[in-house]
């Protein structure tokens, strides 16, 4: 069993380049949660999903698109990265909206 | 609009001590309540939860936390703290209001010494 599945693991992207962070997951859970972590700051919201095709806003947004075309797959795009981006991205998913299980995350740097 | 406030960024302990970390949350509704731990260069993982009934909440390797409506806490405790023990800690609060969307803290990393 996978559980929830990312990558890629480390990105470097270019100010201005796009990129797609995948997100997968076998548990046939509904909601997904794509959150980004910086020091001191804890992990925040940016976009999450309680099925597919129903996507909605979480703390911090702007600068990135979701969709939910699947149950298994919640893909996150960066469009035009900028340097405020670098961070550590985590996907996440549950059952009903309780315990969370976590992909391993992915480091981007934005350069 | 669910949020979570936890009380130091830094706690530092010696081995054998009580270990108490603070959480306060903002709820509309009764919330589910998470505590989670990340070692160094890995994921999160769940110590413990609070959803309905007891509340007073055992999680894994030790810990556990208490519900308290009327103070909007869940502080997470150790009787003695163990060398694994640093890391650092999450706690987060989700409700029916905000389609279960978890919202997180900003973590309090604890330091062990010896």
């Known amino acids: 069993n996978a559980g929830v599945t990312q990558t890629p693991k480390f990105r470097i992207l270019k100010i201005g380049q796009s990129m797609t962070l995948q997100c997968t997951q076998d548990?046939?859970?509904?909601?997904m949660y794509w959150y980004r972590q910086d020091p001191g700051m804890g992990l925040k919201l940016i976009y999450y999903?309680?099925?597919?095709?129903?996507?909605d806003k979480g703390e911090v947004p702007n600068g990135y698109n979701v969709s939910r075309s699947t149950t298994e797959d919640f893909p996150l795009r960066l469009e035009l990265a900028a340097p405020s981006q670098t961070s550590v991205y985590f996907c996440?998913?549950?059952?009903?909206?309780?315990?969370?299980?976590f992909g391993s995350g992915t480091q981007l740097s934005v350069l | 609009a669910q949020s979570v406030t936890q009380l130091g960024s830094h706690v530092s302990v010696s081995e054998g001590a009580l270990v108490l970390l603070r959480c306060n949350y903002s709820?509309?509704?009764?919330?589910?309540l998470f505590w989670y731990v990340q070692y160094p260069n890995q994921g999160l993982q769940l110590l413990l939860k609070?959803?309905?009934?007891?509340?007073l909440v055992k999680g894994i390797n030790g810990f556990e936390a208490e519900f308290k409506k009327s103070e909007t806490s869940f502080h997470l405790t150790k009787p003695s703290a163990h060398m694994s023990d640093a890391a650092e800690y999450f706690c987060?609060?989700?409700?029916?209001?905000?389609?279960?969307?978890?919202?997180f803290g900003a973590g309090t990393r604890l330091f062990v010494k010896a």
């Open positions: 996440a998913s549950s059952y009903g909206g309780e315990k969370l299980f």
């Open positions: 548990m046939n859970h509904n909601y």
């Open positions: 999903s309680v099925g597919a095709g129903i996507t």
């Open positions: 709820s509309s509704v009764p919330p589910y």
């Open positions: 609070y959803t309905t009934g007891a509340t």
């Open positions: 987060a609060v989700s409700d029916y209001t905000g389609g279960f969307k978890t919202i």
